[in-house]
């Protein structure tokens, strides 16, 4: 059973552990190490292309967490609120919304864009003043509605659990002394479900950082970090490549760190006795 | 019909009390769909009184201090305070404050920024030196002068009782509303805190409202005892009133230990017992009727000679000042009688015949059938 156990972590963690041992490769081989070297981090991140790809999935990923950290507290105190028998549903289809196949949201946001996109393009030509019109296509927009829709469910699972730990009488217990409805989202909702809106804009963050498959349908001519990597192994695994991916492994594990950080109990129970 | 009662009593037995209400319910009805949470109560709690809602639970009391917090809206009905309509007023513009049951602390503030909290949302605002001022204030009423930066979770039980406190008569309201306040408390903290909720409300001289479900703690706090039964009020008075004189089986029942004696009420005054005894019976009313004795009216004497039931001692617990007995009248079923230390005979032990006598007019009588009205 041991054995098995072990057999089973080796099988899992042992590729990334290559990966990031022949990151360090001075060689340009991916499959023979001949010394250590922080040579190909650098060519990696000199690499215009590479940089490119970078910025293009830091700001994605950074404006689709934002969105769906907002929206998503948003639907969660919304859900808060709602009936017994709303609440189910909604609950339900948020879960649905993170356990849907990347492939089926990417190919739903696509057909559903291009749809959208040829109703808007025509009425945008058509109220235009100017002569060339300008025409919204697949890009920066379409990549971060479609990162923020799903990772929105996220955070609002997240802000969900923690808002309903919170318990009505401390929000009527605020009311009771005089502060408005809005005088106590601010004061004492606010405050303590932060934790939780960072730790989802986090998450939502990585899941944006780190996906392919829904870009991939709908980046159009822009490329993400994910989509490079995957566009460059075709001309082979070099150690740049393993450099870009332990860069983003670190990075990724830095913000899970964090929002699990984040998100564990609080002491803030109160004492019996 | 409460509200007379009320008045009519303060000015017998009561302190000394301003007419005026700072609480008053005309005909108020709360329904949650089919269900009648609080049926047509009319209330009135007079100004500077402590008034407790008592009552088994379900029976309305937290939907009716609810309904004055600005929780619920009342179905049907008028609820007053200090003489202004409420309906529609939400809480934050209600000049009343709650200690709610499990205290509802902000257990992201520390205890000082607890207490301030009211007094930092009044506008026009307060200046901050006040503010710190009057919190300290009321820390120091509630015996939590060294406390003002701890944080909730490193306060015990009690305390947080005493910061929810203070974080309500801070803000000087017109009423304080009391839910079960000392319910989560161990025993002695909650006699201790009795005492101290009594001495804080004449210090103030805030009324106080408290609902409770532990008819001991009404009936040592407050000034007058509201009985709830199922959506309505059974009875108003003063405590001594209420459990010296019941209006109803039920609050007899409620308030207190009783025993029940079923009999008949034959023409001329005489109540006939199951085993044949007579009693004698005020009013005019005949029938079937119940009667109910309280445990302290009976006298328990070891000679079986004289007026009065005979028994059998069945149990005997020893509580102290007080010694309680179960006796097994003849004829007529168990008897709990409650021995007063120097009153009575507290010698008799289980397997002893005894004889119980009693003042006739310790006995309330009410006709049968009556016991759920």
């Not at chain 1, 997240?158 to 002394?177: F, H, P, Q, T």
Request: proline content about 5%; charged content about 15%; glycine content about 10%.
């Amino acid at each position: 059973m041991r054995a098995f156990v072990t057999a089973v972590y080796l099988f899992l963690y042992a590729p990334i552990a290559l990966v990031v041992l022949f990151s360090f490769n001075a060689g340009r081989n991916a499959s023979e190490f001949t010394g250590f070297s922080v040579e190909w981090y650098g060519k990696a991140f000199t690499n215009t292309f590479l940089v490119q790809a970078l910025q293009n999935s830091l700001i994605i990923a950074f404006v689709s967490a934002a969105l769906a950290a907002i929206f998503g507290t948003m639907a969660a105190i919304a859900i808060e609120r709602m009936s017994d028998r709303a609440r189910l549903v909604f609950d339900g289809l948020f879960a649905a919304a993170i356990v849907v196949p990347g492939v089926v949201i990417g190919i739903a946001t696509l057909v559903a864009l291009v749809t959208v996109l040829g109703w808007v393009n025509p009425i945008i030509a058509g109220v235009w003043p100017g002569e060339s019109p300008p025409r919204v296509g697949l890009g920066y927009f379409s990549v971060i509605a479609a990162h923020g829709l799903f990772t929105m469910a996220v955070v609002t699972m997240i802000v969900r659990a923690r808002i309903a730990g919170l318990g009505r009488d401390i929000v009527e217990a605020s009311g009771d002394l005089y502060a408005t409805p809005f005088g106590t989202f601010r004061q004492i909702v606010l405050p303590q479900i932060l934790p939780s809106i960072v730790a989802g804009f986090l998450l939502a963050f990585t899941f944006s950082f780190d996906d392919f498959i829904v870009a991939f349908f709908v980046s159009g001519s822009k490329t993400t970090l994910p989509m490079y990597v995957f566009a460059s192994i075709r001309r082979g695994v070099t150690p740049e490549v393993n450099a870009v991916a332990t860069s983003v492994l670190v990075a990724s594990l830095f913000l899970i760190l964090g929002a699990h950080f984040l998100m564990r109990p609080r002491s803030s129970k109160p004492v019996e006795g | 019909m409460a509200l007379a009662n009320v008045h009519g009593t303060s000015s017998a037995k009561g302190p000394a009390i301003d007419l005026s209400n700072d609480i008053e319910f005309r005909a108020v009805t709360k329904r949650y769909g089919a269900v009648t949470a609080v049926a047509g109560i009319d209330l009135a709690v007079p100004k500077g009184a402590f008034v407790a809602l008592l009552g088994p639970s379900g029976c309305g009391k937290t939907t009716c201090l609810r309904m004055i917090g600005g929780f619920e809206q009342p179905t049907e009905g008028i609820v007053l305070i200090e003489n202004r309509p409420m309906n529609g007023v939400p809480p934050y513009q209600r000049p009343v404050n709650m200690v709610f049951q499990h205290y509802a602390l902000f257990p992201h503030l520390d205890v000082l920024a607890n207490v301030s909290y009211g007094l930092r949302q009044m506008r026009p605002a307060i200046a901050r030196a006040e503010i710190l001022r009057r919190s300290e204030e009321a820390l120091e009423l509630v015996r939590l002068g060294g406390y003002a930066k701890r944080r909730i979770h490193e306060l015990s039980g009690g305390q947080q009782q005493r910061v929810a406190l203070a974080r309500a008569i801070v803000n000087r309201p017109a009423v304080l509303l009391l839910d079960e306040p000392l319910a989560a408390l161990d025993r002695k903290l909650r006699t201790a805190m009795q005492f101290e909720l009594q001495t804080l409300q004449r210090e103030l001289g805030i009324t106080f409202l408290l609902v409770t479900h532990d008819q001991e703690e009404a009936l040592s706090m407050s000034d007058f005892v509201c009985v709830m039964h199922a959506g309505r009020v059974a009875q108003t008075g003063t405590p001594r009133e209420v459990y010296d004189a019941p209006a109803s089986l039920f609050v007899a029942d409620f308030v207190g230990k009783t025993n029940h004696i079923a009999g008949v009420v034959e023409p001329g005054g005489v109540f006939r017992l199951a085993n044949g005894a007579a009693l004698a019976a005020g009013g005019s009313a005949t029938g079937s009727a119940a009667a109910v004795l309280r445990p302290e009216a009976i006298r328990l004497h070891p000679d079986l000679q004289g007026e009065g039931l005979a028994g059998t001692v069945t149990h005997r617990i020893f509580l102290g000042s007080t010694v309680e007995y179960a006796v097994a009248a003849d004829g007529l079923g168990e008897f709990l009688v409650t021995a007063d230390r120097g009153k009575t005979d507290q010698t008799a032990a289980p397997g002893d015949r005894v004889r119980l006598s009693f003042d006739p007019a310790a006995l309330h009588l009410f006709p049968a059938g009556t016991a759920q009205s």
